[in-house]
């Protein structure tokens, strides 16, 4: 293995520099020459690549967002453009692949697999929807990043006597609200993964006004509803007068967590490493605190649940 390509794809999460820097160093240690695509598949399509130097990477394992730059790319999701894709991969003498990214990137980078190329991911997203791994690169970032806003509208919440909807992202997955409203001390949390009931929830605001609760914050993950829509149906029904706000892309912004950091900075060598080694078509996750890989399948073919322990812990403790 002499050459390899790098790129990031999908949603943009903190730590993709991290990682683009610990593949980089890792490789270049090894005796391997870098090359970047920009824009995800977009720039592996279209040669929009660069050279990945030592020194280029420097100064950025601390930055937000990815010096890459990063796409949705429609063009891959064609066979003709995985063909494409490779045709690239061969034009630039590229003999392995690291795709970091979510699970539909690892989607495209199983794509190149099935073709033969060597292809190992990184899993990073804010969403933590991968198996594979306990967790991506960004998950913790943006936990940080929702607690620190949730804690904010905590303040004025509580001395405007109000309620508040505080919408976060995380797709079709609840875990980004979970961890943040459990680190947040949120009364409730509204979760893809569990069926929401309009008339418990009622129950509960009407509880905590009786025994004297004046404000109260409920997070909402986007995949159950807009807020705008709860909101609504909270006044509808209950009467309840409740302030929105979403959170939105502002939870995938920010330098990484030291946590962030060193995830991707593991990930990014053990990607190299695996290559290495001769594993083609992983991922690479940390596990128990282990880096360890597993077919790219697996992000998307495996259930990851949410931690019931913190779905209780949060009825508990939200009393
Ligand atoms: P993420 O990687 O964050 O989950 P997306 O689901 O938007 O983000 O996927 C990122 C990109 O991965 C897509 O725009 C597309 O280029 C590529 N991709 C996704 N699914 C497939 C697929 N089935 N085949 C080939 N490429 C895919
Ligand atoms: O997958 C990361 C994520 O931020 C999701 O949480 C969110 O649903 C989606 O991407 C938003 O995508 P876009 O950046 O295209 O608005």
């Given at each position: 293995m002499?050459?390899i390509?790098?790129l990031?794809?999908?949603g943009?999460?903190?730590g993709m520099n991290?990682a683009?820097?610990?593949v980089?160093?890792?490789a270049?240690?090894n005796?391997?020459?870098?090359?970047?695509?920009?824009?995800?598949y977009?720039?592996?399509?279209d040669g929009?690549?660069?050279?990945?130097?030592v020194?280029?990477?420097?100064g950025?394992?601390?930055r937000?967002?990815?010096?890459?730059r990063t796409?949705?790319?429609p063009?891959?999701?064609?066979?003709e453009?995985?063909?494409e894709?490779?045709r690239?991969l061969?034009?630039?003498?590229?003999?392995?692949?690291?795709?970091?990214?979510?699970?539909?990137?690892?989607?495209g980078?199983?794509?190149?697999?099935?073709?033969?190329f060597?292809?190992?991911g990184?899993?990073?997203t804010?969403?933590?929807?991968?198996?594979?791994?306990?967790?991506t690169?960004?998950?913790?970032?943006?936990?940080?990043t929702?607690?620190?806003?949730?804690?904010k509208l905590?303040?004025?919440?509580?001395?405007?006597?109000?309620?508040f909807?505080?919408?976060?992202m995380?797709?079709n997955?609840?875990?980004?609200?979970l961890?943040?409203?459990?680190?947040?001390?949120a009364e409730?949390?509204?979760?893809?993964?569990?069926?929401f009931?309009?008339?418990?929830?009622c129950?509960?605001?009407?509880y905590?006004?009786?025994?004297?609760?004046?404000?109260?914050?409920?997070?909402?993950?986007?995949?159950v509803?807009?807020?705008?829509?709860l909101?609504?149906?909270?006044?509808?029904t209950?009467?309840f007068?409740?302030?929105?706000?979403?959170?939105?892309?502002?939870?995938?912004?920010?330098?990484?967590s030291?946590?962030?950091a060193v995830?991707?900075?593991?990930?990014?060598?053990g990607?190299?490493e695996?290559?290495?080694?001769?594993e083609?078509?992983?991922?690479?996750?940390?596990i128990?605190?282990?880096?360890v890989?597993?077919?790219?399948?697996v992000?998307?073919?495996?259930?990851?649940?949410?931690?019931?322990?913190?779905m209780?812990?949060?009825?508990?403790?939200?009393?």
């Amino acid at each position: 293995m002499k050459r390899i390509g790098v790129l990031t794809s999908g949603g943009d999460a903190p730590g993709m520099n991290a990682a683009i820097r610990a593949v980089t160093r890792t490789a270049i240690y090894n005796d391997m020459e870098v090359i970047g695509f920009c824009r995800g598949y977009d720039g592996l399509l279209d040669g929009d690549v660069i050279p990945l130097s030592v020194s280029s990477v420097g100064g950025i394992i601390h930055r937000g967002g990815t010096v890459l730059r990063t796409a949705r790319c429609p063009r891959f999701m064609k066979p003709e453009g995985v063909r494409e894709g490779l045709r690239r991969l061969k034009e630039y003498d590229i003999d392995a692949l690291v795709v970091i990214g979510g699970d539909g990137s690892f989607h495209g980078a199983y794509e190149l697999h099935k073709l033969g190329f060597p292809v190992v991911g990184i899993p990073g997203t804010i969403d933590n929807d991968m198996a594979g791994t306990d967790c991506t690169v960004g998950f913790d970032t943006a936990c940080n990043t929702a607690l620190q806003c949730i804690e904010k509208l905590r303040d004025t919440a509580s001395s405007h006597e109000r309620l508040f909807l505080v919408e976060v992202m995380g797709r079709n997955a609840g875990f980004l609200a979970l961890e943040a409203a459990v680190a947040a001390g949120a009364e409730y949390v509204l979760l893809p993964e569990v069926k929401f009931d309009l008339d418990t929830l009622c129950k509960k605001l009407h509880y905590a006004r009786e025994r004297g609760k004046t404000h109260s914050l409920i997070i909402v993950a986007e995949g159950v509803m807009p807020v705008s829509e709860l909101a609504a149906k909270l006044k509808d029904t209950a009467g309840f007068d409740a302030r929105i706000i979403v959170l939105g892309h502002i939870q995938r912004g920010g330098s990484p967590s030291s946590f962030d950091a060193v995830l991707a900075s593991r990930l990014g060598g053990g990607a190299v490493e695996a290559l290495k080694r001769g594993e083609y078509g992983v991922m690479v996750g940390r596990i128990a605190g282990n880096i360890v890989t597993c077919p790219l399948q697996v992000s998307w073919e495996q259930k990851k649940d949410l931690d019931a322990d913190m779905m209780s812990l949060i009825e508990t403790l939200g009393i």
